[in-house]
C-alpha cells in the first residue's frame, strides 16, 4: 500500500550557487530533507558578519529611584507599627468612649436637674406669682404703622 507524503514533491532542481539566489529568495530544506527555493516573507537583508559580543554598560542609578528604595521600607515599618499600635490601643479607646459618654449624660443630667431646682427656688422667692403681661398692638393698612400697648398686672 502506498502512503502520500503530506508535502508534494518538490522539483529537483540544480545546485546553485549562493550568488546565483535573486534577493528575496532563500533556499531551504524541506521535512522530506530535499532542498527547494522559497521566496521570503520578512524584510530581507544582506547576510552579515556574526557582530562582536555586546559587553552591558553600567547605567548608574536615577536618584528617585534610589529615595523610592530607602523610602519603602520606613513607610511599610511605619504603616506597620501604627496597625500594631492601634490593635493595643483599641481596648483603651473603647473603653474611654464609653467614660466620655458617661460624662456626657452626667453633665447633661446634671444641667437639666439645676435648672429645675433653681426654677423652684426662684418661685419660692417670688412669693410663686409669676407678672401677667398682656400685649395689645393694632395695625391699620397692609404696610401702615404698628401701635401697641404693654400691661404689667
Keep these: 500500500m502506498h502512503t502520500e507524503h503530506p508535502y508534494p ?3 529537483v532542481l540544480s545546485a546553485m550557487r549562493a550568488e546565483e539566489i535573486p534577493p528575496g529568495v532563500q533556499e531551504v530544506i524541506l521535512p522530506s530533507g530535499e532542498r527547494a527555493l522559497a521566496y521570503s516573507t520578512g524584510p ?7 557582530a562582536a559580543p555586546v559587553v552591558p554598560v553600567a547605567q548608574p542609578i536615577p536618584a528617585w529611584a534610589k529615595t523610592t528604595a530607602l523610602l519603602a521600607p520606613t513607610v511599610g515599618g511605619g504603616i506597620g507599627m501604627a496597625a500594631v499600635g492601634l490593635s493595643t490601643a483599641a481596648p483603651g479607646l473603647i473603653a474611654m468612649s464609653h467614660a466620655l459618654w458617661s460624662a456626657v449624660a452626667l453633665i447633661a443630667t446634671g444641667g437639666t436637674a439645676a435648672a429645675i431646682l433653681i426654677g423652684r427656688v426662684r418661685a419660692r422667692i417670688n412669693g410663686a406669682q409669676r407678672p401677667h403681661i398682656t400685649q395689645h398692638i393694632t395695625a391699620t393698612g397692609f404696610l401702615g404703622r404698628a401701635n401697641g ?5
Excluded: E, K, L, R
Design 9 to 11: 514533491a518538490a522539483p
Design 44 to 50: 530581507t537583508s544582506p547576510p552579515s558578519a556574526p
Design 149 to 153: 400697648t404693654i400691661n404689667h398686672h
